[in-house]
């Protein structure tokens, strides 16, 4: 036998299994480092997820209307900024849950900071724009306590707040939805391995408020501004100028002046008669009282109210109570300064920001 041969192969056939034995080694230390890549890359995004479930989490809260989950959820634990918004009266709860449950949301951009634990997450929402809604429930509650006044009833501030509430319910039935969107982004910090926004913005109570806050206050604001148009003289919005007759025709009611004619008031003074024919729009019983305010004069000088001499059914006519569809002949009596042109001024009385107004001139001689 050939020893040196024999000693040749197995020198030869040595190497490769050294060979084989290091790559064996490379391949473990690559699936170590790639597994350990792997896991800070795992990590990182599990970590990143967390911010964004809390954001939505929040969101939830507020579709539902669950005021302690998202109280939960903020790290500053405030809920002030709920304080003047309507959401929190038990009276108009079931309405808000109603408008808060139609709203969507989509996660948009976030930044997350894993170093200092902050984050903020960017969130598109659409929701509900209440204006439409708030605008019929206000112009319908102001007819109402009106009508109610006059027949000498006074609510308690209980019973307003339930008659707007029932309202607002009604309202929301008969309204089409409309929806706008908005962009919030919230931003959040980890406290106590818990991340959380840091507090309740503004914007968020007004998706909430359906672009609203206190119905109250938007009463209060627009009889505030009819009192300051009834005393200043001012039209708050005023059809074109083309429009120069008293004739008004809404979903509420139609007015038009049919005539008018100058005769004697109770203390023997010049008064002015003017005859519209009123046509009640709505669903239900109305009145001119209550739909139409009406005004008169002369110079620029706000003419007054007259009591005329004569006996005229139609001057009834204004506080009568009218059938939906149905049409009657209403009186309007104004005691007059001299013979100078008069100018007419209609709107309607409890119009929602103001409304329109029409305006006509007429001559007495």
């Known amino acids: 036998m050939d020893t040196n041969n024999q000693e040749v192969y197995e020198e030869q056939s040595a190497a490769p299994r050294r060979k084989k034995k290091k790559k064996k080694g490379w391949i473990i230390f690559l699936i170590i480092l790639i597994l350990a890549v792997a896991g800070g890359t795992g990590f990182y995004f599990m970590q990143r997820q967390k911010p964004i479930s809390a954001t939505e989490d929040f969101l939830e809260n507020m579709r539902a209307m669950n005021f302690d989950g998202m109280k939960n959820l903020l790290q500053s634990n405030d809920m002030s900024a709920l304080d003047n918004a309507d959401i929190t009266s038990d009276a108009y709860s079931s309405f808000f849950m109603k408008i808060n449950e139609k709203m969507t949301y989509k996660i948009g ?41 006059f027949s000498g009833t006074t609510l308690t501030e209980e019973e307003t707040q339930q008659k707007l509430a029932s309202l607002l319910e009604e309202k929301s039935g008969s309204v089409e939805d409309k929806f706008t969107s908005i962009d919030i982004t919230y931003p959040l910090i980890e406290a106590d ?62 007015l038009r002046l049919k005539e008018f004619r100058v005769t004697q008031a109770i203390d023997d003074s010049d008064c002015l008669l003017l005859y519209c024919d009123y046509t009640n729009n709505s669903s239900s019983s109305s009145s001119a009282l209550v739909d139409v305010q009406l005004s008169a004069k002369q110079n620029g000088e706000k003419l007054s109210p007259a009591v005329p001499k004569e006996d005229e059914p139609a001057i009834d006519n204004y506080i009568a109570e009218v059938e939906p569809g149905s049409t009657v002949t209403v009186c309007y009596a104004f005691s007059l300064n001299d013979k100078s042109d008069v100018t007419l001024e209609a709107s309607e009385a409890f119009a929602f920001g103001g409304g329109n107004v029409t305006s006509q001139t007429i001559k007495l001689q």
């Open 193 to 254: 391995g818990k991340w959380k926004i840091v507090s309740l913005d503004a914007d968020t109570v007004k998706v909430m408020s359906a672009n609203f806050t206190n119905v109250q206050d938007e009463i209060n604001q627009s009889l505030a501004e009819m009192n300051n148009s009834e005393n200043a003289g001012v039209e708050a919005t005023v059809t074109p100028a083309e429009t120069t007759s008293i004739d008004m025709d809404n979903d509420h009611f139609t």
């Open 109 to 149: 951009k976030t930044n997350f900071h894993i170093q200092n634990g902050t984050a903020s997450v960017t969130v598109h929402i659409n929701y509900i724009d209440g204006a439409d809604i708030y605008k019929e429930t206000i112009s319908e509650f102001l007819k109402q306590i009106v009508s109610t006044a």
